[in-house]
């Protein structure tokens, strides 16, 4: 294949006695004459070989199809008004609809309605308490950098906004729906109904990545802020003893090293969710005019098998959400002791959370299940039969594929037991296989109904989920081994994933491919470098690969507690010891490869797919393809479905092509 030229320039850093080459730095200006030339000569390229793909077609149509079961989520109970998200087949975004106290189900916020073009996402959305308010946040090209708004339910009427800089902002209502706590330009501001957003009182003024949280009655104010050291320092204010212009904010926990999450219960106790001397969480309880860690009382304990989630309370019940080993219980205790009273029942091994609750109290708790065959939907739980029932399916009727789910176990590089679940129909025998994997933030694989998935299964594939170390699937203490000097365990476990799935009979190296997205775009780079005779084919998407330069766009800054930073001479020898970018080897027969970025993309800078692409064009020496595959007008997350199905599509094709797989066999 001929590949679009790309100048080799002699740019070398010195950074703590490492000489480290870029020769694809002019790659990063992405509006340079230079790098738009190049882009669009790499797009064409892209255009020509996905038109040779066979069984294009055939894959958008199934994923399309299976894409038509629609999603819909849990309630929010606010004043007698029920609000919730739902998405049909015929939609392209969900819809943010209102049920009244009459029953009437209402559209408040359809992006469609406000952007025919499908550009325009909703990205959060908060009724206020009594449920005659609600303030959304609205961003557009996938860029995320969301406006806020207000409308009143009453008449969809617009009655504040926008609010620019509102960045997946939480909001916390006050009681009287007059004013919101929220987060601009990452601090912690209070705004008033009526006023400029200019004049909006600073809460908290060090930018950081805030969360907050109010309690049922509007009382207790929480405040959270992502901390250096992978956990989260943590404040509360009573807001009925001090203003909300000047919250007395008490310090929860602050450099503890853990994530802790706070709420104030009906009952007036202040409830933990904590990995404080407890990797796999627990839930304790305190006194909220006493709320430092020395104070805490466990209520629920650590479970040596099982990472604890969240929880929610019920009349005199406490549900506790658990994955164990990535599979979802959850257990019901009684509220005043913590004593287990048994178990909900759920309607499978999959992945159930998202518990939600009347604010004002009573015996039901609603939650979304999903499965590799079950599309998610709500069920409901009633705490006074013990018994679960569904409650609202998903939108769509579709039929799945018959297939089989085991769990595989395999040793990593240093011993560490790593788990996976492979995917695949009845039989036996060598056959394509893709290894999908994150491994990163403390963020858990778990089952869930995939309409990318279930077509490569369907077609007589092999999909595997490796749940490796840097992720939560074992608690914090697993996030840890996956982070800063570990995060080479990531790369290892998947590695081991690869060749169990070969010692095992499932496929070979000529029929495995690896996928990953994001900070599992870093994961597939680094198993191309470091591992390419494991692997024929790989799908890089939004990946971030150049480590040494990470921090310089998109949320990189963010993510230095998660890789480290070149600013630091040990951390930067870390990076180096991985980064794909600089790993890449002239003369190696590098596996057929397609990176995909966004032009929204405002988390990753597409400039680490472009300089990885142009590195590996430069250096293969066997015919496999490098591609890029760019989208403008979409960003990391959020995008149309019409969008989301082509890019599935586009990458099933690309990986059957490179291993064998036909569509619809």
Known sequence: MIYPPAERRPVVDHLHGHAVPDPYRWLEDPDSPETRSWTAAQEELWREHAGTLPGRDLWRSRVAALTGAGTVGTPMWRGGSRFFLRRTAAQEHAVLYRTGPGGVEEALIDPMELDPSGLTTLDQWQPDLDGRLVAYQLSRSGDERSELRV?????????????????????????????FFYVRSRQVRLHRLG???????????????????????????????????????????????????????????????????????RDGRLYLLTTLDAPRGRLCVADPARPGPEHWVDLVEEDPEAVIGEFAIAGQSLLVGWTRHAVSEISVHDLATGGLRGLVPLPGLGSAGGMATRPEGGHEVWFTYTDSVTPSGVHRYDTRTGETSPWSAAPGAVEVPELEARQVVCASADGTPVRMVVLARPGSGPRPAILYGYGGFGLSLTPSYSSYILPWVEAGGVFALAQLRGGGEEGAAWHRDGMLERKQNVFDDFAAAAEKLVADGWTTPERLAACGESNGGLLVGAALTQRPDLFAAAVCSAPLLDMVRYERSGLGPAWRSEYGSADDPEQLGWLLGYSPYHRVTEGVDYPATLLTTFGGDSRVDPMHARKMCAALQAATSGPRPILLRHEGDVGHGSRSTGRAVGLAADMLAFLAAHTGLEAGT
């Open 151 to 179: 409308m009143e339910v009453a008449t969809r009427r617009v009655v504040d906004g926008p609010i620019d800089r509102c960045r997946y902002a939480p909001v916390a209502w006050l009681p009287d729906g007059k004013a």
């Open 195 to 265: 006023t400029p957003a200019e004049d909006d009182t600073v809460i908290m003024a060090e930018e950081r990545s805030y969360g907050l949280g109010i309690s049922y009655n509007g009382r207790w104010l929480t405040v959270s802020a992502m901390a250096g050291d992978g956990g989260n320092d943590l404040w509360l204010a009573d807001l009925a003893s001090s203003s909300p212009e000047r919250p007395d904010l008490r310090v929860i926990q602050r450099a503890a090293g853990a994530v802790t999450a706070p709420a104030v219960g």
